[in-house]
């Protein structure tokens, strides 16, 4: 290990590490110390460009907290979230695609009734959201949980504004696969940027937004879980989604009503959307 140069001490280290305590480890251990060796070949940094980057991620971890995390947040905006997503969900041809979870799930959410307003109080307009849950041999999957949750109209979730849960809930598809709900619209909004990973957003020459989405979680016996996000046609950033989530498969549209008598069969008095997608599971792995 002496008299090593910028070459040879990649193969010390690498041979440093092989005495992990499984195979695994030894394999990301020696992949990681190859690839970070590479990329500090490539770029060739000075020293005051390596402590600017001990000091980007000595902030990125300080501004982490219970209620935030700012390296899932620097793992999205870079892609690697998507990236693991996408190896990690390699479904057959024609189960819905999946994308990144995103940060404001709550587990302790409410389970309502189907054609329910999870959006009651808050205001925008109103929107019917409706679809389907089927298996890959097309058979609908009555019993399913449809966890749906989005923003309100100005890009902001009720966690965000520490308000009552809203916006957000768990319903069960009927014999027929099917489930409905009320809410209002949501619209697209930028990712929190007022840390570190908001500097590395601007000096890329990058926005920070997210582009117009709905939120699902599908869950059902001998299925695999979906989680995934239906997008709108139309919105500015469909092609430059800051977290890169956006497939083809999972973009549609509003179709716009005016007042009468919606889908569910109740009276609506003002001008409304309906969301209509229908969604097809994946069978389980098996270990």
Request: with cysteine.
């Amino acid at each position: 290990m002496r008299d090593l140069n910028e070459i040879t001490i990649t193969d010390e280290v690498v041979g440093a590490v092989a005495g992990g305590s499984n195979d695994r480890i030894r394999r990301i251990s020696q992949a990681l110390i190859r690839h970070l060796h590479n990329f500090v070949r490539e770029v060739e940094p000075s020293q005051k460009e390596w402590e600017q980057g001990i000091d980007f991620l000595t902030q990125t971890g300080q501004m982490c907290s219970d209620v935030r995390q700012e390296f899932i947040l620097l793992s999205d905006a870079l892609g690697v979230s998507m990236l693991v997503d996408t190896i990690n969900h390699r479904h057959p041809d024609g189960a819905t695609e999946t994308t990144v979870f995103g940060p404001f799930f709550v587990e302790d959410r409410q389970e309502f009734a189907l054609g329910a307003n999870i959006s009651e109080g808050v205001p925008g307009v109103p929107l019917f959201v409706s679809g389907t849950v089927k298996d890959i041999a097309g058979s609908p999957i009555e019993g399913a949980t449809v966890d749906s949750w989005h923003s309100d109209d100005e890009g902001f979730y009720d966690v965000q504004k520490g308000h009552d849960l809203a916006m957000r809930g768990r319903f069960n598809t009927d014999a027929g696969g099917r489930f409905w709900f009320w809410t209002v619209r949501p619209k697209f909004y930028p990712i929190p940027n007022d840390g570190p990973v908001g500097k590395m957003l601007e000096a890329q020459g990058r926005h920070p937004f997210r582009p117009e989405h709905v939120h699902f979680m599908i869950a059902a016996p001998d299925q695999e879980t979906l989680v995934t996000h239906v997008f709108i046609d139309g919105d500015p950033y469909l092609d430059t989604d800051v977290v890169f989530g956006v497939k083809n498969s999972l973009v549609t549209g509003y179709r716009s009503c005016t007042p009468g008598i919606a889908p569910d069969g109740k009276n609506v008095d003002l001008p409304y959307l309906v969301l209509d997608y229908d969604f097809v599971l994946s069978p389980e792995k098996i270990p």
